[in-house]
């Protein structure tokens, strides 16, 4: 455990290191003597649904097809030829990877990728830190909602959901639906990941500044995972406009920063050379921020007791440290009373769709160039300080938790049954 905190707030560090996810393609062979499938479904394929998908970072499977499809760099370059709206928002994550792989910072690449998109007809290019802000926001006030129900100012003990767990890990929250049952999702986080607070913001409210209907809009992110192509085809990020409209979603398609890279080749562009245009500004990791927000949150109420540790967070990166943590949830014997769990190992910045390393660079060495990188990058301040989000709670949201705020940042999960089973149940 790590000791880089106070006496009397302490974080641990359960991360561990392996090398990044390679792509892969998963084919489903027969292996061993299997049963003869009735006659009239011998010829007929099985058909596998994307909610089969355990979402693992970096496997693509066949079932997977069509989605990728519409969430390509082929689908990004259609719907600007079509002259969509089309507005990219650009993860730190992503921008780190490029600017190790091009000698760059990160401001530099962002200023650089913004002339280029602009270039090929994007109206607008937001920074997803904003966003990190606003679901840090929400987070730190569904965290103290759930510590004060759990520890009542009578100090009488009652029944509640911690430890809190992080859900910005589309890999994590698929691998909880689908494998661990109903009795880990109560202590996952509502807030949605900072992909799905931009584009609830970039569709409900900031379309009115750019003066484009919701539906006009084509809402493009760049992410350092596959994974966050599957989040953002959940169905539980797509809404109505009206009572007769058509369906929205908050984001339509994903690109990788690999995909992004694979342009940059693709337009013949030497992006290290290319000029630099100011960048579009939106109206350190969860566990960390939210820990420094909390001990201000706090500072009112008496959280040190004889010396005694109150609050315990802990960075849970991988799926081996993954599965010993549930174990202890499911046991009861979880200190902890935060949770930032991420299926890779050293979290999003080693994602299944980074740029891969270079020939004769290991992959830890590139792993500390991305964490140096990303900690130029992204500046740990106060999320409730940020002008830009104070504006968007202001003109929009409220107040943190609030009605509107609940309606548009949050989510529920909820256990999903495989739909194979019931393709495979003759077989």
Known sequence: MSEKFSATLRIGDLNDYIAPSQGCVIKAENVGKARTAPKAAQNEPVKISLKDCLACSGCITSAETVMLEKQSLDEFLSNLNKGKAVVVSLSPQSRASLAVHFGLSPLQVFRKLTTLLKSLGVKAIFDTSSSRDLTLIESCNEFIARYKEKYPADDEKSKSSLPMISSACPGWICYAEKTLGSYILPYISSVKSPQQTIGAAIKNHLCEELCIRPEEIYHVTVMPCYDKKLEAARDDFVFQVDSDGEKVTEVDSVLTTGEVLDLIQMKSVDFTTLEESPVDKLSGGYADTLFDMLQRCFSGRKLKVDGK????????YGFRNLRNIVTKIKSGKCEYHFLEIMACPSGCLNGGGQIKPNPGQSAKDLIQLLETSYSENVLVADPFENPRIKRLYNEWLGQPG?????????????PVVKSISSQLQNW
Not at 403 to 409: S, T, V
């Open 402 to 414: 609030s009605d509107i705020a609940k309606r548009y940042l949050h989510t529920e999960y909820h």
């Open 309 to 316: 540790i109150v609050l315990r967070f802990a960075l849970c």
